[in-house]
C-alpha cells in the first residue's frame, strides 16, 4: 500500500488540493474565462459568503492530511463529493477546461483503490 507509486500519487494530489485550497483565499491563480451559465454558478457560490472558503478549508484541510500521510483514507473519502462535484461543474458548465477535473477525480479514484483495504470493514 505504500509504494513510490502510491506516495507520488498522494503527494501530486496534496499539492494540488493546497495550491487551490489557498488560491480561494489569496486568489493568486486567475479565475478563466467562463461561460455565462458557469459564470452565474460560480457568482452564486460567492454570494453565499462561505461556499468557497468552506471548501478552500476542506481542500487544504485534505492536502495536509495526505502530506503528512494523516487518516489518508478518512481524507480520500472527505475528497469524494469534492471531486465530484468539480468534475460535474466542468461537465456541464466548462468542458474545455474539464482537464484539472479529471487529474483530480482521477487521482482520488487510484488512491481508494490502492488503500481499499481501509474500506473492507464498511462494507460487512
Known amino acids: ?3 513510490n507509486f502510491t506516495t507520488l500519487l498522494r503527494i501530486i494530489l496534496a499539492l494540488i488540493l493546497l495550491v487551490f485550497g489557498v488560491n ?21 457560490l460567492v454570494d453565499t459568503g462561505y461556499v468557497l472558503y468552506f ?7 485534505i492536502g ?17 463529493p469534492i471531486s465530484v462535484n468539480i468534475l460535474m461543474f466542468h461537465i456541464f458548465m466548462d468542458l474545455p477546461d ?8 482521477g487521482l482520488n479514484a487510484v488512491l481508494i483503490m490502492k488503500y481499499w483495504k ?6 460487512h
Open 24 to 44: 480561494k483565499f489569496l486568489e493568486f491563480i486567475p479565475a478563466p474565462e467562463l461561460s455565462s451559465e458557469a459564470s452565474d454558478f460560480m457568482g452564486s
Open 64 to 80: 495536509i492530511l495526505l502530506l503528512l500521510k494523516k487518516w489518508v483514507p478518512f481524507a480520500l473519502l472527505v475528497l469524494v
Open 118 to 123: 481501509a474500506y473492507r470493514p464498511l462494507f
Open 55 to 61: 471548501l478552500g478549508i476542506l481542500e487544504i484541510g
Open 1 to 3: 500500500m505504500n509504494s
Open 98 to 105: 474539464i482537464l484539472q477535473a479529471i487529474v483530480v477525480a
